[in-house]
């Protein structure tokens, strides 16, 4: 709280707002310089807007906002679109973006990360470079040149030095780096290998040329630095709050590998995959990234109209068990108490049948299922009784 006097204070906490927009009240009269009478009328003021944005009791949320983000769904487009100008990777956007956020999806069409650096990397390209060698999944093909001996049935490594220099700055012996890179073959391939300078050879322990381009195979695949999920990092200047710096962008995400690498901001990094967010940073954070790439695909497709509170509430729900629930029959729609409810979703004769199985009773709490046998629904005027009563006269 900032530094107020006891007597704004009182006048302020006597209201009937959430501490945060009491913090925010206090921080809004320390700026202005204001007198008691003027603070009570500034915290009156906030009070009463905040009162009427409040739902009213029995008000059909579920379905207004059902109704709220599914009404601009209709306009979105089936396209992919580049990522924030970013031209070389491609990101779901639209309506698949949108059905990928609802249905819970593990994996993303095309995840991605938006990595922020530290002060002392994101201001120096070299430096930032440092951070994308890290995190870009270097394999072979990168380093240099393969070929075959088949006479000698030996594979062949000619690494190319300025390339090494490259991806491992902090390094200045390429011999050193050829070595380190010819233990990871010999422990990913069980081979013996021969080095000299910047040159590796090796073969399968019998002669066989199947072995041997089996070898080869298998060396594409080795990654021998980096993050094997991330195959491309691309880096941009951009202008951020904390002034114009260095930010990377990837195709392809290890959220919780990423966090621990040197260099990174792990505050303001953030990923597309909400399962990798919900296992790294737990649920409220998961919570947070629903709503807010929701809010971003909506956006994109000029369709910001829809208020925040609805996406906010579908994620509630999809949140509240602690874990992450898709909206369908395997995941909230399919779990309800209500046989009418599941069965009107989809696949509805396995779910009456399987009801009639178990001798399920339906006790018509919800909407759904009070529209399905005509009855009012239990909202609104709909869940209040009128009774008249004798006279006391």
């Not at 919570?287 to 000029?302: D, W």
């Not at 919800?366 to 009774?387: A, Q, S, W, Y």
């Amino acid at each position: 709280m900032t530094n107020v006097t006891e007597d704004i204070e009182a006048v302020v906490e006597d209201t009937q707002l959430p501490r945060r927009l009491k913090d925010e009240v206090y921080s809004s009269i320390e700026a202005r310089d204001v007198t008691v009478a003027e603070a009570d009328e500034i915290a009156q003021a906030v009070e009463t807007r905040y009162m009427n944005t409040r739902v009213d009791p029995l008000d059909p949320v579920g379905t207004v906002s059902a109704q709220s983000i599914g009404e601009p769904g209709t306009q979105m487009t089936m396209n992919t679109f580049h990522y924030a100008g970013v031209a070389e990777i491609d990101v779901t956007q639209g309506l698949p973006r949108l059905i990928e956020l609802v249905d819970a999806r593990k994996t993303p069409d095309t995840p991605m990360m938006t990595v922020h650096l530290d002060e002392e990397h994101a201001e120096d390209r070299e430096r930032a470079h440092e951070v994308v060698w890290k995190i870009e999944a270097t394999r072979i093909l990168a380093l240099g040149d393969i070929s075959t001996n088949v006479a000698d049935m030996l594979v062949q490594i000619d690494l190319n030095e300025d390339t090494l220099l490259e991806r491992w700055p902090t390094m200045n012996d390429t011999e050193a780096i050829a070595e380190e890179i010819a233990d990871i073959i010999e422990s990913n391939l069980g081979v013996q290998t021969q080095q000299a300078g910047t040159v590796i050879e090796f073969g399968p322990e019998e002669p066989s040329y199947r072995d041997l381009l089996q070898l080869v195979e298998e060396l594409r695949d080795i990654v021998f630095k980096g993050i094997e999920e991330i195959s491309r990092v691309v880096i941009r200047k951009e202008e951020t709050d904390n002034g114009e710096e260095f930010v990377l962008y990837t195709e392809g995400s290890d959220f919780g590998e990423v966090l621990g690498i040197e260099g990174v901001d792990a505050s303001r990094t953030t990923c597309n995959n909400i399962h990798e967010i919900y296992r790294s940073l737990g649920v409220e954070a998961a919570r947070e990234t629903l709503i807010n790439e929701t809010m971003n695909t909506l956006e994109e497709q000029g369709l910001d109209d829809v208020n925040v509170r609805h996406l906010m509430l579908v994620a509630d729900i999809m949140t509240n068990e602690g874990t992450i629930e898709s909206i369908g029959r395997h995941g909230i729609s399919g779990s309800k108490d209500s046989v009418l409810a599941r069965a009107a979703f989809e696949v509805t004769v396995n779910h009456l049948l399987d009801a009639a199985i178990h001798g399920e009773v339906d006790e018509l709490d919800g909407v759904t299922e009070n529209v399905i046998v005509g009855k009012p629904i239990k909202l609104g005027t709909g869940d209040v009784d009128l009774r008249m009563g004798a006279s006391q006269d």
